[in-house]
């Protein structure tokens, strides 16, 4: 039989024995589950805070989640966010691109696709909110007309704005976007940088505006890291 609190999983014998501990030194007789659980999840966030910091799950990080388990006798059952901070460590280190997937995408040539994921497609926009400006009336001569003299300048801010929604995919050759209002598609080689944001993906360009992607920023990492892979 296992125990499970906050996804973490203690064996029966672990608790068991804790809890007679517990009992010998006149504690509640589930004090013990409560310190194990205390002194586990305190040393497991310090491991926690470092793969989600760097949004990396190195070597290191495995190794340190190993040696609590066989030091409280826990299962971990790691979220899967940690899958993909896993994967971009390997292929940031290994440089190994993932095994390509299925897609119905008419692709060029030697063409594959290695990812996709939902997202909407953002880009700046100028808009215009009223006008501002001076002006002065002079009277005409002429009952009820005057001349204004002056300029009015329209009020503009840019904003990102939303395109459309649709999937994005990371192929061999280009950064393809399949919306359901509108398609774009950036070659591999035009694209000089990209940011990871908590809540997208940004992509700036050799010429054009850039894009913005709303995804998890653990998304928007792993496919930088696959970008620059397949761009080296």
Not at 67 to 84: C, E, F, R, S
Not at 106 to 115: I, R, T
Not at 132 to 148: E, L, N
Request: hydrophobic share 40%.
């Amino acid at each position: 039989e296992l125990l499970e609190a906050n996804g973490q999983v203690v064996t029966q014998d672990a608790n068991d024995e804790l809890n007679k501990d517990a009992i010998a030194l006149g504690l509640d007789v589930d004090a013990g589950t409560g310190l194990l659980y205390e002194h586990f999840l305190k040393e497991f966030e310090v491991v926690k805070k470092g793969i989600m910091s760097s949004l990396l799950m190195t070597d290191s990080d495995v190794g340190a989640v190993e040696q609590l388990k066989t030091k409280y006798n826990v299962h971990i059952a790691l979220p899967t966010d940690y899958n993909v901070f896993r994967a971009i460590y390997l292929l940031e280190t290994t440089g190994k691109l993932p095994n390509p997937i299925q897609t119905t995408l008419m692709l060029d040539g030697k063409e594959v696709a290695y990812y996709a994921m939902p997202t909407i497609w953002h880009q700046t926009r100028v808009h215009s909110h009223g006008y501002s400006g001076t002006s002065v009336s002079i009277p005409s001569g002429i009952k009820g007309v005057s001349f204004r003299f002056g300029s009015y300048t329209p009020n503009r801010t840019e904003d990102i704005t939303p395109l459309s929604s649709g999937t994005l995919y990371v192929t061999s050759a280009r950064l393809l976007f399949n919306g359901e209002l509108r398609n774009t598609t950036v070659a591999l080689k035009k694209i000089v940088n990209g940011t990871v944001y908590s809540d997208a993906l940004g992509i700036e360009k050799s010429t054009g505006k850039p894009d913005f992607f709303t995804m998890p920023c653990q998304q928007a990492r792993y496919i930088l890291s696959l970008l620059g892979v397949l761009k080296a």
